[in-house]
């Protein structure tokens, strides 16, 4: 097959390969397309067949083997027309899990709309579009409308982006999701109702169409040293600690953070469905980020605003659970992406305290907190960042966030999302704020205790009591 050459890739530059800039493929990819009627095998068979010209390499095997899970969650698909509100009625989806009316409505009358926008997107992207890659410059920006961001994740519906397409090495196409349901992997249930809520709102245009998707990738080009960190003289933020809540429940007023993986997105395409991959399920435009982003480095941030939430859910992990229709907002939110330190191994873990990767850690903080969206001193609704698989000390994580918020004078509001590992918190951010401390001179205590930790010690649980012990007087 045809694939996506170094010429090409050299003439596209730093911009997204779409689908019809393949010229060869994509007449395979509109015959496909326009000459297939819509029912659970059919629908298994286009992709299938769209998925063989994406890939330079493609297992020979039957569609309905490759996708037998989803043909399994197609196949009792009944034939319906007339009340779209079968899709988000009380018996739509019933134990989470869509009833024949729903897939048959999804098929008739959704997926036709999905291969639209397919066809659709030379005149969508008449212009192309440009990646947002690792570069010197401060910042990049790129906007994208509503029916441009359902236009990409139609191609990634049906597979149709190259292998090659995106600057990165992940993937953009959602048939990952697709095979892993062949694999009883539950949290793909949830992820692909949530996608499928998706594109029938964006049918029924049940979104905020005024609201247009700001992404802009920050690169922070003076890091802070040690000496910098500790010569702030700025007081610290307010802290709040909220134990029943979650980071969407913040609001439009704050800034949300996404915990995010260094390749945006993580495993959401995949079997991930914890933090980053729950968020960008739930406000599924958050998925082009993938298509346009590359891997963040150190001193890198990713800023996204205006995607809305479409569903609502519960649970976590392989427990996630798609529970309905998220209702349609004005509000415009924004978060941030920004990638904590991974650890492996009780050894590793220990590396935490190393004042290299504390400065690493504080000045991706910082420039994830260092911008006036979504308004200047917005306060930052955040969490236990890099603290479940990466293996961070919340303590230690906590502490690092407050201080690099306060730099850049944000309140902070913090989901324990009721970890014990919490316990002490508030009432310890209380204590240090009664005692009027600077930026530095928090920053500094924490340095010392690092310092002072030897490779046999436990200090995941010390922190705080290091603190009080020193400034209890």
């Given at each position: 097959h045809y694939y996506i050459t170094n010429n090409l890739r050299k003439k596209m530059g730093t911009r997204l390969i779409l689908p019809h800039e393949v010229p060869n493929d994509w007449d395979k990819v509109l015959d496909v397309l326009c000459h297939v009627r819509w029912s659970p095998m059919d629908l298994i068979s286009a992709i299938d067949n769209i998925r063989k010209y994406s890939y330079k390499q493609v297992k020979e095997m039957p569609a309905a083997s490759r996708f037998s899970g989803f043909l399994g969650f197609l196949k009792d698909a009944s034939c319906v027309g007339g009340n779209p509100n079968l899709f988000w009625g009380d018996c739509g989806f019933s134990h989470h899990n869509p009833d024949s009316f729903v897939k048959g409505w999804f098929l008739a009358h959704t997926v036709p709309f999905i291969a639209q926008l397919v066809m659709d997107m030379p005149q969508t992207f008449p212009s192309g579009l440009s990646t947002l890659n690792t570069a010197d410059d401060h910042i990049q920006m790129t906007c994208l409308t509503k029916h441009q961001c359902a236009s990409l994740l139609a191609c990634s519906f049906f597979s149709a982006f190259h292998h090659s397409a995106a600057p990165k090495k992940t993937t953009i196409n959602f048939d990952g999701i697709f095979i892993t349901l062949n694999q009883k992997c539950p949290q793909n249930v949830a992820k692909l109702c949530m996608i499928m809520n998706y594109f029938e709102r964006c049918r029924l245009k049940m979104y905020n169409a005024s609201q247009a998707l700001i992404i802009n990738r920050l690169h922070n080009i003076s890091p802070y040293t040690a000496s910098k960190w500790a010569s702030i003289t700025s007081p610290l933020s307010e802290f709040t600690v909220d134990e029943n809540g979650s980071i969407n429940?913040?609001?439009?007023?704050?800034?949300?953070?996404?915990?995010?993986?260094?390749?945006?997105?993580?495993?959401?395409?995949?079997?991930?469905?914890?933090?980053?991959?729950?968020?960008?399920?739930?406000?599924?435009?958050?998925?082009?980020?993938?298509?346009?982003?590359?891997?963040?480095?150190?001193?890198?941030?990713?800023?996204?605003?205006?995607?809305?939430?479409?569903?609502?859910?519960?649970?976590?992990?392989?427990?996630?659970?798609?529970?309905?229709?998220?209702?349609?907002?004005?509000?415009?939110?924004?978060?941030?992406?920004?990638?904590?330190?991974?650890?492996r191994g009780d050894k590793d873990h220990m590396r935490q305290y190393s004042e290299a990767v504390i400065l690493r850690e504080l000045n991706k903080a910082h420039v994830a907190f260092n911008h006036e969206y979504p308004a200047p001193g917005a306060p930052v609704a955040t969490g236990n960042w890099g603290c479940g698989?990466?293996?961070?000390?919340?303590?230690?994580?906590?502490?690092?966030?407050?201080?690099?918020?306060?730099?850049?004078?944000?309140?902070?509001?913090?989901?324990?999302f009721k970890d014990p590992n919490c316990s002490g918190m508030e009432e310890t951010t209380r204590f240090l704020k009664e005692k009027n401390l600077t930026v530095g001179r928090l920053f500094e205590e924490v340095r010392l205790f690092a310092a002072q930790i030897e490779p046999q010690d436990k200090p995941k649980d010390e922190l705080f009591q290091h603190l009080w012990a020193t400034f209890k007087d």
């Open positions: 429940d913040a609001g439009p007023e704050s800034l949300h953070a996404d915990f995010a993986n260094r390749w945006i997105g993580g495993g959401v395409l995949k079997r991930g469905s914890v933090q980053e991959e729950i968020m960008f399920s739930i406000c599924t435009e958050l998925l082009t980020t993938i298509h346009i982003c590359d891997m963040m480095n150190d001193n890198e941030a990713i800023v996204i605003t205006g995607a809305e939430d479409f569903s609502l859910h519960k649970g976590y992990s392989r427990d996630l659970k798609f529970i309905g229709n998220a209702p349609t907002s004005q509000d415009v939110v924004s978060r941030v992406a920004m990638d904590a330190t991974r650890f698989a990466f293996g961070g000390h919340i303590q230690l994580k906590s502490m690092l966030q407050w201080i690099a918020a306060s730099a850049c004078s944000r309140p902070v509001t913090y989901f324990t």
